[in-house]
């Protein structure tokens, strides 16, 4: 593994998350388009990371509790039903 | 109607999705979010419009969170453990994988019952699953993450690299270690 592939490793979360200057994209892009190997990683990695988000946005708040914080912008906020 | 409040409703499946990574509990949860909404409402002129309303309920709901664990500490939260390098790719690698034709979701999912991912974020401790969630799941920035939580930016940093890698490892765990089933090269 050369020096471009090492240093490309290193920012792969971080390009992942959008979180690099625009310098440091181009560096990394520039890298991942000729670099199979590390190109693989990096759909790995950002896979993962969809994965993540796509299996844990599953769960939708119950209806109750929707229906409550609704009810909460109008004049008179309800009581929280569990302290009763 | 209070028109203000209702740019503040559209966050309650994010709210309650990231409460229950949190607390573990549905009744827990919604608890959580309840609680979140009332201080919300009760501080709503505090909030300045035109910033970002979901990183405000999202840093109310994580402050009523950590004073409630600092209450009535959880016995069974998992302990903070010294970070360990893992990834699933350098594994399957190791392993003599065909890594290039897999892809996590086949992996992970699809050998599972597809509650994993969500399992194993529970199972993180709590400061890298607080971390791990705002950035993967809810898509919040290093900085908003940084300003909700009230660290640095590097420690936003550091705790999801270790965060990601334990994820990672307990869904190694979990899928059995995906055995050397042999996958046809060319196949569909
Ligand atoms: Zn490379």
């Known amino acids: 593994m050369g020096d471009h592939c090492e240093q490309t490793m290193r920012k792969l979360s971080v390009y992942i998350d959008r979180e690099l200057s625009d310098a440091e994209v181009r560096s990394v892009k520039a890298h991942l388009d000729d670099c199979p190997p590390c190109e693989k990683v990096f759909d790995f990695q950002a896979e993962m990371k969809r994965l993540v988000r796509k299996e844990c946005c599953t769960d939708d708040a119950p209806a109750r509790l929707r229906d409550w914080v609704r009810q909460l912008a109008t004049e008179k906020p309800p009581a929280r039903d569990r302290e009763a | ?188």
């Open chain 2, 1 to 188: 109607m209070n028109s203000d409040f209702s740019l503040f409703e559209r966050h309650v499946d994010a709210l309650y999705r990231s409460a229950l990574r949190l607390t573990r509990k549905p009744e827990d949860a919604e608890d959580l979010v309840q609680e979140t909404y009332l201080r919300a409402y009760r501080y709503r002129n505090r909030f300045k419009p035109g910033t970002n309303e979901k990183a405000w309920l999202f840093t109310i709901m994580t402050n009523v969170f950590r004073n409630r664990l600092r209450q009535r500490p959880a016995p069974t939260e998992p302990l903070d453990q010294p970070g360990t390098d893992f990834s699933i790719y350098d594994q399957l690698r190791r392993e003599g994988m065909p890594v290039h034709l897999m892809s996590p979701e086949e992996i992970i999912v699809e050998r599972g019952f597809g509650d994993e991912v969500k399992h194993a974020l529970e199972e993180l401790p709590l400061p890298m699953r607080m971390v791990v969630v705002l950035v993967d799941v809810e898509d919040f920035s290093y900085k908003e993450v940084a300003s909700i939580l009230g660290i640095k930016i590097g420690t936003v940093m550091s705790r999801l690299h270790r965060g990601r890698q334990a994820l990672q490892k307990k869904l190694w765990e979990y899928s059995g270690r995906p055995r050397a089933r042999p996958v046809a090269v060319g196949a569909h």
